[in-house]
């Protein structure tokens, strides 16, 4: 059964600050990972997604990573703002197209 | 593109009513539709998986008589949570995918439901 983990639960940083956030999953046989962003109260806001063949996928400010071997992804923001302050959901694809997430990274960006 | 609607976007009920939430896919046919469950501050449990025209596909644990899934058409699947109690209180969402297994899902934006 996989399972993903995310590191840390909560984060707290200044704005302008670079930061890691990291995903693992137990199970290497994955379509693809993705990254989403969830607002309170709201659905789910798609950030990157990263196939199995690929190693790293860029938008804006954002850099995510699949390690596939090792089970592992990380999702780098650069120059964080107070916008981004949301929870980011990791979540990675198995057979039938079934998405499993991990608990989420809940970020906040103090200005 | 890629657009999918969830109606209510919140609903509060009496204990012991049934409540139906309906999921649209607006500009794509969505062969597979999924249902998932959200606690606060945690994360989404896969619920349900449904194909246009067949019965869904239930995750271990979930009452498929209390949650009741409907996939009729390809622009729409509905749960419907019969005989609501407090503990059912919860986010719900939906997700949509046009494609063939590997194809991305979409997400609808949730469905408060508050069972007093």
């Known amino acids: 059964k996989q399972e993903v983990t995310q590191i840390p639960a909560a984060l707290s940083v200044p704005e302008g600050e670079n930061l890691v956030l990291n995903c693992s999953f137990t199970?290497?046989?994955?379509?693809?990972l993705q990254w989403f962003r969830q607002d309170p109260g709201k659905g789910l806001t798609s950030l990157l997604l990263i196939q199995s063949s690929q190693r790293e996928q860029t938008s804006g400010r954002l850099n995510a990573s699949l390690d596939k071997s090792s089970g592992r992804s990380t999702l780098y923001i650069a120059a964080s703002q107070p916008g981004d302050s949301a929870t980011y959901l990791c979540a990675v694809k198995t057979s039938g197209s079934r998405l499993t997430f991990g608990e989420g990274t809940q970020l906040t960006v103090n200005p | 593109g890629a657009v999918v609607s969830q109606h209510p976007s919140w609903v509060i009920c009496k204990s012991g009513t049934s409540v139906k939430i309906e999921c649209r896919s607006l500009d794509f046919q969505a062969t597979t539709m999924f249902w998932y469950r959200q606690f606060p501050k945690q994360s989404l449990m896969l619920m349900a998986t449904?194909?246009?025209?067949?019965?869904?596909?239930?995750e271990q644990g979930v009452e498929k008589d209390k949650f009741l899934i409907n996939h009729a058409s390809l622009t729409l699947s509905t749960l419907t949570v019969t005989s609501a109690h407090p503990e059912d209180s919860s986010f719900y969402i939906c997700s949509a995918t046009p494609g063939t297994s590997g194809g991305d899902q979409f997400f609808g934006p949730g469905t408060r439901l508050t069972v007093l």
């Open positions: 449904s194909n246009e025209g067949s019965k869904a596909t239930y």
């Open positions: 199970d290497s046989a994955i379509y693809n």
